[in-house]
């Protein structure tokens, strides 16, 4: 069976018009326009069969939230083929728009100025969904977002937590195959992130295909099965995200705060495998492989070589994980050694 | 008055930040120049004259008019009521200065820029259809100070349609109301001996004609000597006791704002 | 059917809840009616002194007036949402519009209502329905079928035209629309007989940005006035231009979007 989301090549560039500060240099672009192009997504093929739950991962300006909106047909790309359950979304945008839903975590799709209740009703009349079908998705939604008491609400008058469990249900009504999320718990307290990933979980379970952009390990851990890294432009990694887990569970890393500068060949080549950086000038992180040594032999080992004025023991999160993925050598280091 | 000089220095850098709604109510007086030129060219332009105007008076009449107009107008106007109703007003409160003066002393930054705008489009429209009579050079003193009497003037009227917005959250319909009954009132629209007798009564006893009239009469020299300075007095005259009305409006309104909260 | 349908419980929707604010709304009725009263005190003082501009009569002129306001009324009814465009682009709003199975165009113009239009729609309608009873109009079957046919058709003109101005923002990128503000003043001066203007400005304003479809030229063919009467009988073709030209400027527009941050 194919795919239910297909990218092959995707690419989108965006101009930039290129402006001086000051008044010259206003007027000077009123005359002269010159652009900078910017790659924001550099080639991307993406598969993503039906019923799996994948996780966007990256660090800002990486191009994820373009990606999501090149899938969505929101923007046309400048080169390469998307296709999402057979639809061209930017070629037949409405189409499409029956297929999927979206939610954005920064930016509401609710009428700002309309209670909460005439939103539902104007999206079940632009998604043509028939009276029983209405009925029945809005009261399961209720019942499962406990949205009941909002819907006579005006949007702008939503708290952050309820406004989300609002756009959730927005989204929902149609019963669409692929949900989009993009950084859906950001800014939410931990009891709603917790009650919006079990309700992810719940539609994860029921068949829907989830595609998901975050900054949130939470999201990732709790919701995912699958989870694509990118930076740049560009897919770095790929890969269920027990993977990554256990090679987490393996991973760890001592942080020294020192007197004086290390000397740094020096521990490097007494550790041998691990990998020694020094962020800051008398600053000291070791990052090794759990089995093979333990926290407290490389401890000695750096105390031994320079004084050590403190020390912090990390066990790494995927955040850091994929912050190093960010630099390739060092992946294809890892996975070697995995 | 170093913080209200400093003040009006600073509105006057913060200028750029207000071009958008400054350009826009700008273009607005420019077409409605344009239209009125047009008009009353097709009325005059073959030495015809209506109530006493040529089409060389009536042109200057429209330029002092679109003088008037320019002066004080948006900066003042949307940059305090959006300071109130976004709340902002409590920061101004905390400051060690007087409320109405530092808004005056904004609007007279402001009101360089204003000025220097209108003289360019004067200049251009000048050039554009030339001839208007020029007055002596006395007319001249006496038009120019009545000039710098519409600067507080229109300050204090667009200053307490500002203070509504305690009461209302929609400036923008006070404000299309004060533009429209000022534009009647004061004469910009149409010169005031062109209304019926009544309507020029009541025109005369109220604030609004001391905007465009009064100033416009002095150019033209329609009001001779000793009743060209009562008219300068009674601009004065208007301009001190809306400042004391001011005042109190204010006070009402910081009473409002601080018993009940905004 | 059903687009049609949609669209007016939108509008509908935003109606009800904006008529919840009761004094904004009655505030800017009050306002419209006295920005189109200065308009009309202009009019009424102008041909106090003469019979006719340009050989147009009193009642004649404020037949255009009265087509001109009420097209602007139903424009702020219908096609409010498009003043909004530049901010939806501007902040990226526009994206949630793009993921509906929906005429985007149409969500843009349903997004809020224009509370002026209640004022200017009763004016406008007052003043057409008085003037019409003042001008002793023949009410043939025929002038009654033209009345029907230029009636809608000049109120497509300015919908469609507003649409226009309002979707260059998808090349203008600001928060607000000058040029559009600017545009749409430009057509205020079709306000009065066109032929006062110089013959360029006659130009563009019957051509280029065909703002005299929406008052002058009807009013000109249906009350059979002067020798390019029959320029109004276009109207309807002028019409379906400018929604072809709304269509596809707006078509255009959305294929530059880029959304907001990247």
Redesign the interface.
Known sequence: MAPLIEATGLVKEFRRPRRDSGLTGALKHLVTRRFDIHRAVDGIDLRVGEGESVAYAGPNGAGKSTTVKLLTGILVPTAGEVRVAGVVPHRDRIANAKNVGVVFGQRTQLWWDLPVGDTFELLRDMYRIPAADYRRSLGRLTEVLEIGPLLPVLARKLSLGQRMRADLAAALLHQPHILYLDEPTIGLDLDVKDRVRTFLRQLVADGTTILLTTHDIGDIEEVCGRIVVIDEGRIRHDGPVEVLRDALASASSVRFQLSASAPLDLIRERLGDAEVTAPGERELVVRFDRTTRTAGAVAATVMGLVEVRDLRINDEGIADLIRRIHRPDEVTARSGAA | MRPYRAMARLAWRNALAYR??F??SL??LV??L??MF??W???LSDGNS??GFTWPQMKAYLLVSFVTNCLVSTFTDFAMASRIRSGAVAVDLVKPVDYQKGRFAEALGFALLETTAALVVCTVVLVAFGGVPWPSPGQLALFAASLLAVVPLKFLIVYMCGLLCFW???Y???S??R???S??LSGA??PLV???PWLRHVAEVLPFQAITNTPAMLFLGRSPGLSAVSALAVQILWVVGLWWLARRLWHVAVRRLTVHGG | MHTLRVYRRNLGAHLRATLE?Q??FW??V???V??Q??GL??IA??F???PR??GWGVWEVVLIFAMMVLAQGTSELLAEGTWGLAGLINRGELDRMLLRPYPCLLQVCASRVG??AFGNVTVGGGLLVTALLHLDVAWTPARIGLALVLLPSALVIKVSLTVVANSTSFWLR???N?FA??MD??G??T??PL????VG?QAVLATALPFAFIGFFPVSVFLDHGRLAWIGLLTPAVAVYCVLLAVTVFRRGLRRYESAGN
């Open positions: 958008v709604p350009l826009m273009s607005m077409f409605n344009a239209a047009a008009l060219q097709a009325l209506l109530a209302t959250q929609n923008l319909g006070i299309l109301a533009t429209a009954i534009g009647i629209t149409v062109f209304f019926p | 604010y004094a904004d505030i800017l009050v306002a419209a006295l920005t009263g200065a005190v202009l003082t102008i106090a002194r003469v501009i340009h509370m002026n600001g928060a607000i000058t503000a600017g003043q430009l205020e001066l306000k009065y032929s006062i203007y110089g400005l």
